[in-house]
């Protein structure tokens, strides 16, 4: 049997496991033109057996929760050059000082129980923010967090927080007095009963699928438009081609091999590219904050970034598609002036051994008999974890297995499933993963750098913030930059303190770059229309993108 015809018949199997997850939500879907009666089926990447959780400050949410069910005061699409985008918020500014920050918020707001949303609710999130540091994430300075009326909170910070900006008008989940006030522990509440803004609402839950269906409170009219869409947990690539190519899914993003290919006699198919992450190897570097290995050795980290032969991965596991990514972790075309030292501009495309074994001499690692290094009785071996069913990060790590062994690194592969994957990196319980890195609030690299904080980070056994230091990396002078670049609104100063994180960060690599990923995202026309083009992208495409995800489900309209 052919792949495609294996394929094909995954798909039929995946039906049954979508009907029984959702029991019975298919009759709520499916018919073409009927906006009262319109289905999509999402898959965002989640493999395995599905864990509830809305919690939006959360970093184990499930995807959804941020963008469908709650939303920000503005939001910011990083696929275009663009101004950020009025949601919850219509106007803000500054005082010169940078430290008080007074917000407008939008008229005939309700939440999704159909109680009104005024500056009062933006004002209690951020007051939840300062009381509980665990949902910090971007460890904003807070001293207090007031409405003057119902139309107007003012912020005000301990520390200039221009470069917060973003952070507080586009990254942070706006929630209901009404509701949170209620609830115990903000940080690990899984929040089994959402009540937000946004396009859509929790409609049914399994472990094997959930279905959001449309908010008919939201605040956008005629928005949106699909009554239902439909989450899925596949278990693999084929399955996830499988899936698409037999119409079972209509929006994912997933490198696929052979894509344009496999596209080619499907009419309503067709997918963008919009680069913008990158692949890193995540290190559990910090020692003093639990993490063990080798990994924690940063002569270690150097020798693998020196080893890795990224032509050759972008052949075997990139399909040709990623770009050629930064050790300073921004984007070497897009932050070209961000970056201080035009020497760091570009990872090597090829691999340099010979610097690689000088590196693992120097620090003391001696090869055994075997061609494997050991120190101190310590052998450098190490795990090396992704996610089950993600073909392309799977053939990088079988990939990176020969080409680090040639330098006395074994690595072994792990495949686990979703959960159990971004549960160990927030815990920091791994020794290597594979992840990607970037898009943060906004383009300026404050947002990059945070995730080489202390701040953001915790010890081994305790979560880190959302999206932060999971590598539980520990410097100083990083900490140090990063809060005087908070402290000022002047480019030139910032980019000073950056050129020192960038000093350190290059030297110490807890994250290790391979790539600028390609961000493969596809869509089916059967059920939809209205997706983001390469020649219009209102929204960054893919399924997995927090606040983006809301706005594309806001613009599709049911397929006539």
């Known amino acids: ?109 309700k939440w999704s129980d159909g109680q009104p949303f005024s500056a009062k609710d933006v004002a209690f999130t951020f007051d939840l923010v300062k009381r509980t540091p665990a949902i910090n994430a971007s460890g904003l300075k807070l001293v207090s967090s007031v409405a003057k009326d119902d139309k107007t909170a003012v912020l005000t910070f301990a520390v200039p927080s221009f470069t917060a900006e973003a952070a507080v008008i586009a990254n942070t989940p706006i929630v209901a007095e009404h509701v949170w006030s209620k609830i115990d522990d903000p940080a690990k509440s899984i929040n089994p009963n959402p009540v937000g803004t946004g396009p859509y609402q929790l409609k049914t839950f399994s472990a094997q699928s959930y279905v959001m269906e449309k908010n008919p409170n939201y605040w956008q009219a005629g928005k949106p438009q699909i009554q239902n869409v439909r989450y899925v947990a596949l278990a693999t690539a084929d399955a996830a081609t499988a899936a698409l190519t037999a119409g079972q899914v209509d929006w994912m993003s997933a490198f696929l091999p052979g894509l344009e290919q496999l596209l080619k006699n499907q009419k309503n198919l067709t997918y963008v590219n919009t680069p913008a992450m990158t692949t890193s190897i995540f290190t559990c570097a910090g020692a003093e904050l639990g993490c063990e290995g080798p990994q924690t050795d940063p002569a270690v980290r150097q020798a693998i970034y020196y080893a890795l032969n990224r032509d050759q991965l972008n052949k075997l596991a990139g399909g040709g598609f990623a770009e050629t990514a930064s050790p300073t972790l921004l984007l070497p075309e897009r932050d070209k002036k961000w970056i201080a030292d035009q020497a760091n501009a570009t990872t090597p495309g090829a691999p340099d051994v010979a610097k690689a074994n000088q590196v693992l001499d120097a620090a003391g690692w001696v090869k055994g008999s075997d061609g494997i290094r050991a120190k101190g009785g310590e052998k450098l071996s190490m795990t090396i974890q992704t996610v089950t069913g993600w073909s392309d990060y799977i053939s990088l790590n079988d990939a990176m297995k020969q080409e680090l062994k040639e330098v006395g690194i074994e690595v072994k592969p792990t495949q686990l499933s979703w959960n159990e994957w971004n549960n160990n990196q927030v815990q920091g319980k791994f020794q290597l993963s594979l992840d990607s890195i970037g898009l943060g609030a906004s383009t300026n690299p404050y947002f990059t750098y945070l995730k080489y904080t202390t701040v953001t980070t915790a010890k081994v056994g305790e979560a880190a913030q959302n999206s932060g230091n999971y590598s539980r990396y520990k410097n100083p002078r990083v900490d140090a930059a990063i809060a005087a670049a908070t402290n000022t609104n002047d480019e030139a100063a910032q980019k000073a303190q950056y050129a020192i994180i960038q000093q350190e960060i290059v030297k110490d690599l807890p994250y290790i770059p391979i790539y600028v990923n390609s961000m493969l995202t596809e869509f089916s026309t059967a059920n939809a229309v209205g997706w983001p083009t390469n020649e219009n992208k209102y929204a960054l495409p893919a399924s997995w993108k927090s606040w983006d995800n809301g706005v594309v489900l806001s613009n599709l309209q049911p397929a006539k």
Do not use: H
Request: glycine share 12%; proline share 5%; charged share 15%.
């Open 1 to 109: 049997m052919s792949k495609l015809k294996a394929a094909v018949a995954a798909a039929a199997a995946l039906t049954l496991v979508v009907v029984a997850g959702c029991s019975g939500d298919k009759s709520d879907g499916g018919t073409k033109g009927n906006a009262g009666n319109s289905s999509i089926t999402v898959f965002n990447g989640s493999t395995g057996t599905i864990v509830e959780n809305w919690n939006p400050f959360s970093p184990t949410l499930l995807q959804p929760t941020q963008g469908l069910i709650y939303e920000t005061l503005y939001w910011f699409n990083f696929a275009k050059e663009s101004d950020p985008t009025p949601m919850l918020g219509t106007a803000f500014s500054w005082d010169s000082a940078g430290k008080v920050l007074t917000i407008t918020t939008r008229d005939g707001v």
